[in-house]
């Protein structure tokens, strides 16, 4: 047997090493971890058995139920005044398949994609196996970790064809505001660039207001919208994604997943249009505590030896800054991890901007929040 060549050099990223690390050890408090604690909520649960029991055991439609699709459209315009209709949806196996779908529809080898730093790691291997290439902007931390025009267009190159936009942002929990939005849709517009923006946070914006892509003036028809339920419902393990976009796109990223998984979980999807008309008022509420736990954390750090944080914005991560410490960001948490049993990651897992950076995740209870903040406080103290 041989591996693909494509699949040989794949190295353990440093975040596998990290949890890998973690789960060996005794009373690690571990601040790594991307979902949220709570699990999904029980009359969401319901729905599914509920779909089960009314013969929705069968092969779905490829591109999902019509009404999940309607489901889908309904929030994001009472959300965010997103305007779509249900052949612009394709539902997906998670936020993920929603980005690979879409860059298998869109990328000729020799075409580029440029991510914004830090990033959410899993695009990389995404656009390599599309035998495209990567175009990194990198971003600083006095910008909101918000690419500015002029850093866009430092790195633009004519094979430039989807940028990719996450905001809320993962690992940086920063949220891009609609002035810097517009700068960067006159880019797109100008180098004609396709783009793929990563919403799944938005419903754990509590500085400001999420903006959706899309709903700039003229973007619509050259963005795709990509979501899911893993973080604004709590339904990470039920692998509900999904994408709104130009029908175009969503047709063709609808053959390819039916060549991959023949659509999406039946009970999954009928449980997903249930959360989605039902429970506006717990994003609010999820939010709300999200928004405790950073508030709370953030002052923290803030007191600590040579640590500073920025206020927090959304999602459900910190990004503060350690530079002053004299560590790399590798070092900072492995020693942190080794000496105080506090679980983060490097800011590096996410590009080169993260040097100087951890990322810590605000999901877990403020009990552990407290003790975590008390250790690493002692920690910082004896470096
Ligand atoms: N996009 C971002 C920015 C993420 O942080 C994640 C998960 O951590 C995803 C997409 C994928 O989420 P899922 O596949 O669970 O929907």
Known sequence: MRIADRFIKTPASEMIRIFQATEKMDGVLNLGIGEPDFDTEHDIIDAAAAAGKNGFTHY????????????????????????????????TTGGLQSSYLAMQALLNPGDAVILIEPYFTQYISQVELCGAGLLRVETKEENGFAPLASDLEKIITPSAKILILNSPCNPTGRVI?????????????????????????????????????????????????????????????????????????????????ATQTFGLNTMAQKASAYALDNHDAKLIERRDIFADRMNYVSGRLNKMKNITCAEAEGAFYLFPNIKKTGLTSKDFVWKMLEESRVATLPGTAFGNSGEGYIRISCTRSMDVLIQSMDKMELFCEKL
């Open 177 to 257: 505001s609609r002035e810097r939005m517009e700068e960067i849709a006159a880019i797109a517009e100008k180098y004609d660039l396709f783009v793929l923006s990563d919403e799944i946070y938005e419903s754990m914006v509590h500085k400001g207001k999420h903006v959706s892509f899309a709903t700039i003036p003229g973007m619509r028809e050259r963005t795709l919208t990509m979501s899911g339920m893993s973080k604004s419902h709590c339904m990470t393990g039920w692998r509900v994604g999904y994408s709104i976009g130009p029908v175009e796109l969503i047709k063709v990223m609808t053959v390819i997943s």
């Open 60 to 91: 779905p439609p490829t591109q999902g139920y019509l009404d999940v699709r309607r489901a889908v459209c309904d929030y994001w315009k009472r959300r965010h005044a997103l305007e779509s209709t249900p052949d612009e949806v394709v539902l």
